[in-house]
């Protein structure tokens, strides 16, 4: 980190260097508070210009710093604000990077602000649950008007420099050095001996200000359940439509009070989460990811298809191949038609989708992806298939190519021994539909190679995939999770639950779906043939009979109109069925229940702690590397509400203590065996500790 002055005709240009990002934590307030002063006491300076070094004029502030007492510690933003506001010499912002949250507040402090067309500005903190806290709701509407800065705002997404242009936010906007425009803007200014202006000064004008709120609000409150920030934001804007003094009131009780809730807390730990998740222990920066320039897919099915379009999305050429040319033109069309989709919602334009469509090459021969760099197999899960598939990709791939399958459950290190290369062979696990889900399971074998991982990475990266590594087992991370959760809701119906009910619960709880309508979207025979195989593999795994029924009644679920739920044709609204809980009152009988009321604090809590009880053995087993990538998987693969940060998060902020006893509770129930809690969460509980402290490593990783 530095803050450095250099002069230039009398004016200071302080630059400040906080890679990567040019956070605003306390060294670099410190260092920009002390570099105004002295420009301030030094009769040779006329003016200062304030810039951030790097990509960035700066990200913001330093979120690791929030809820610590630097945050806090003097010079904290808002005193290096009023620096920058009082400053007796004019102060010019230079902005030639992106300026994020408190970085672009330090801005709107200055009494003049130059930027370099095509940076970005916006207030992106809503998004990790918290509102401007520096000012921004009070001196962005001042700056470009309510409405653009209410948007901004609510939305927190960046803006083009130039869609702002002529706003008042940008005394100019510069093709080149934004610094050297804005050390001549500001000789001009002083030269011509004008007032320096202070944004706080300036009027909201609007026409019909409280007509447009009241609608603002209505927006906002429908969007936003469980998440209190929106409408605090609206709350602070609306404000800067009074003195400039009050508005900043507003704006500071809705941050202090912001910055303590779950929900903000949670989703900056899905920020982070998310980043962290990107790090692998032995892969540091000096393994070189391999270049990917052509991508291989094997089966045009729906997850085959769905894998390519990320590619082609991303410019990279696919070859795609098919058993017959049936299946083929199947394929192909399914593509073309979701790209037609896109392009008639005008998500993208009808030269893209030609563009994309040109860059995918159907084949029925295996010799034609002999020059892919990364081959993708996404055919029946059976291990007889995938052998004859990996055969035959280890016959024609290239040397130094990449071999993935995109197995949800198979033995990734089983499927590597098919090959000659297996340190060439790793899982790519997509969720379906591949290209709109954005997580992705990278499955590492036990002879995976670092090199290789590193390109799986990068090439997350590329298709703008949310990468999580996991070790090889049953299901991986998040399907292994999520059988424990369905047994236990299928385990409610055996007890007194139905259907609708849990459902309702863990809807309530903020899933998007139940598990039962996630079953019927899904299909429910998928679950049921996984069970076939357990019941041989894993005779000690106890399900309830009620979902085999369900098959065996040929209820699949919305694919046959049919499944937990009664379906109209074309209508996928689920509509409680009289003959499923025929069905489920039957096997309660069949297995001498009397059936009970169950409440929905019970039925989330067995689900959800099913969840954290499996993903504390994922952790103890080194599976996954912490936590944190378990709560990544299931907040962007699995539907798990954001504002709760994932179900290990959620379990800390029950408290490890609570979850065990809750666990040692239904321990005594019914199916009571399946709450045998994993030794981690035992020793965790035991000494105070929870998932995500950073000394909670899984015993395995730091063995
Ligand atoms: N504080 C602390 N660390 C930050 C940060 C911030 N504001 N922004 C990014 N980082 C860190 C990331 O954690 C990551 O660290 P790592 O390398 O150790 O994992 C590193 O910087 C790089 O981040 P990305 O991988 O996200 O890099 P990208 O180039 O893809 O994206 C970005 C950069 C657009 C700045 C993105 O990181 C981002 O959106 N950051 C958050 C911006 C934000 O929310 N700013 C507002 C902060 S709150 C605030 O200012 C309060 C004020 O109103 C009082």
């Known amino acids: 980190m530095a803050v450095t002055t250099t002069l230039r005709d009398g004016i200071a240009v302080v630059t400040f260097d906080n890679p990567p990002v040019n956070g605003l934590g306390l060294d670099v307030r410190r260092g920009l508070a002390e570099a105004l002063d002295a420009a301030n006491a030094d009769d040779a300076i006329h003016g200062v210009v304030v810039t951030g070094g790097g990509r960035f004029f700066s990200g913001g502030a330093d979120i690791k710093e929030f809820n610590t007492p630097r945050a806090e510690q003097a010079p904290n933003l808002h005193d290096v604000i009023a620096a920058v506001e009082s400053s007796a010499k004019p102060v010019c912002a230079a902005i030639n990077g992106t300026a994020l949250g408190g970085g672009l507040e330090l801005a709107l402090a200055a009494h003049y602000r130059v930027a370099r067309r095509g940076t970005e500005v916006g207030l992106p903190e809503v998004k990790i649950g918290i509102l401007p806290g520096a000012g921004g709701t009070q ?14 705002i609510v939305s927190g997404v960046p803006v083009a420099a130039e869609r702002l242009d002529g706003s008042g936010l940008f005394d100019a906007l510069v093709e080149g050095d934004a610094v050297e425009a804005a050390v001549a803007l500001l000789r001009g200014r002083i030269a011509a001996g004008a007032a320096h202006p202070r944004l706080r000064d300036r009027q909201v004008e609007h026409d019909d200000a409280q007509a447009f709120l009241a609608w603002a609000r209505m927006g906002v409150a429908a969007a936003s359940r469980h998440y209190p920030a929106p409408p605090r934001c609206v709350d602070a804007v609306a404000a800067s439509l ?8 507003v704006e500071r009780e809705g941050f202090t009070v912001l910055i303590n809730s779950p929900e903000s ?21 000096d393994v070189k990811p391999r270049p990917v320039a052509r991508v291989g897919i094997v089966g045009a099915g729906t997850m085959g298809g769905g894998i390519a379009m990320n590619f082609l999305n991303a410019g990279i050429p696919v070859a795609i191949l098919e058993t017959s040319q049936e299946a083929l033109d199947r394929g192909i069309a399914a593509i ?81 021994a098919f090959t000659r290369r297996p340190q060439d ?73 139905l259907p609708q ?14 598990p039962f309508r996630m079953g019927d979207l899904a299909g429910n025979d998928i679950a049921w043939a996984i069970r076939k195989r357990r019941y041989v593999e894993r005779p000690d795994m106890v399900y309830a009979k009620n979902a085999d029924l369900l098959c065996e009644m040929g209820r ?11 379906y109209q044709p074309g209508d996928r609204t689920p509509h409680p069925s009289a003959e499923v809980e025929a069905m489920i009152l039957e096997q309660s009988k069949a297995l001498g229940i009397t059936r009970r009321e169950i409440s929905d604090r019970e039925i989330v809590e067995r689900l959800v702690y099913a969840l954290v009880n499996e993903g504390a053995r994922i952790l103890e087993e080194g599976i996954a590397a912490r936590a944190s990538d378990i709560d990544v998987v299931y907040l962007y693969g699995y539907g798990f509400p954001a504002w709760r940060g994932g179900p290990m998060f959620h379990a800390d902020q029950v408290g490890l203590y609570n979850v065990l006893a809750a666990m040692r509770r239904y321990a005594r129930g019914h199916r009571g065996e399946t709450w045998e809690p994993a030794p981690l969460l035992v020793e965790l509980a035991g000494s105070g500790r929870s998932f995500n402290d950073p000394v909670a490593r899984p015993r395995a990783a730091a063995a």
Request: hydrophobic share 45%; with cysteine.
């Open 139 to 152: 001196r962005l509407p001042r700056a470009v008007g309510l409405e653009t800065a209410l948007n901004m």
């Open 242 to 249: 009074r003195p400039f003094e009050e508005g900043i009131a």
């Open 265 to 285: 807390r949670a989703l900056r730990h899905a920020f982070f989460g998310e980043r962290a998740a990107s790090r692998i222990d032995d892969v540091g920066p």
């Open 336 to 416: 073309r038609r979701n790209y037609e989709g896109s392009a008639k919602k005008g998500r993208i334009t009808a030269a893209q989708v030609e563009q994309r469509m040109g860059l995918l090459t159907p084949t029925l021969d295996y010799a034609a992806l002999a020059d892919a760099d990364l081959l993708i197999e996404a055919v029946y899960e059976e291990y007889a298939v995938k052998q004859a598939v990996f055969g035959k990709l280890d016959a024609v791939a290239k040397e130094g190519a990449i071999l993935a399958t995109n197995t949800s459950s198979l033995d990734v290190d089983r499927i590597a």
């Open 425 to 497: 062979v790793l899982g790519l696990h997509f969720f379906s539909p591949a290209n709109v889900m954005r997580l992705l399971e990278v499955v590492r074998g036990a002879k995976t190679v670092r090199d290789v991982l590193a390109t799986a990475m990068a090439v997350a990266k590329t298709i703008r995939k949310t990468a999580v590594v996991s070790g090889v087992c049953d299901g991986f991370i998040g399907n292994r999770m999520i059988e424990q959760y369905a047994r236990q809701a299928t385990f409610l119906l055996e007890e007194g639950a």
């Open 501 to 514: 009910q849990v459902d309702r619960a863990m809807e309530a709880f903020g899933f998007a779906m139940g």
């Open 556 to 566: 699949f679920g919305q694919k046959t109109g049919k499944g937990w739920y009664d």
